[in-house]
């Protein structure tokens, strides 16, 4: 999947904000961390320039075991053949229930646990990329 992007795409989500390098140490850390991971593509459309995605993913959340069922609709940009930005969206506060439980489900709708997760995500990437000298160095 990382070798689908530009060297400088950008990549967006309720959970991520990622550029360069980043993006593809996401794509490997989160497939190296689902060892069920399931991927179904859905209504597909693209021309030189944009293309859109409908993508329900199955896999089970690496931080509490439980499994999730997100379905995500992707817009994209392409320059030079690979994508330059990706922005996912998917119901935010019906992820949360799913792979965190009650937690998820009573404050998912909230932007304290929303950035909560962000954080949590953001430094598990920096965790994950200091590991493998994914620095874009």
């Given amino acids: 999947m990382g070798t689908l992007y530009a060297a400088t795409a950008r990549f967006e989500d309720p959970v991520f904000t990622l550029s360069g390098w980043q993006v ?20 597909v459309r693209a021309d030189a320039t944009t293309g859109a995605a409908h993508v329900e993913a199955w896999y089970t959340f690496s931080a509490t075991g439980r499994a999730v069922h997100n ?7 392409f320059a030079d053949g690979r994508i330059a930005t990706q922005r996912d969206r998917f119901d935010f506060h019906r992820w949360a229930g799913q792979a965190l439980g009650w937690k998820g489900r009573f ?21 994950y990329a200091r590991r493998h000298a994914l620095d874009g160095g």
């Fill in 24 to 43: 593809p140490a996401m794509w490997r850390m989160l497939c190296e961390r689902a060892a069920d991971l399931r991927i179904e593509l859905g209504t």
């Fill in 71 to 77: 379905v995500i609709d992707a817009s994209f940009t």
């Fill in 107 to 127: 404050l998912g709708w909230t932007p304290f646990l929303r950035s909560a997760v962000r954080r949590r995500s953001a430094a598990a990437l920096a965790a």
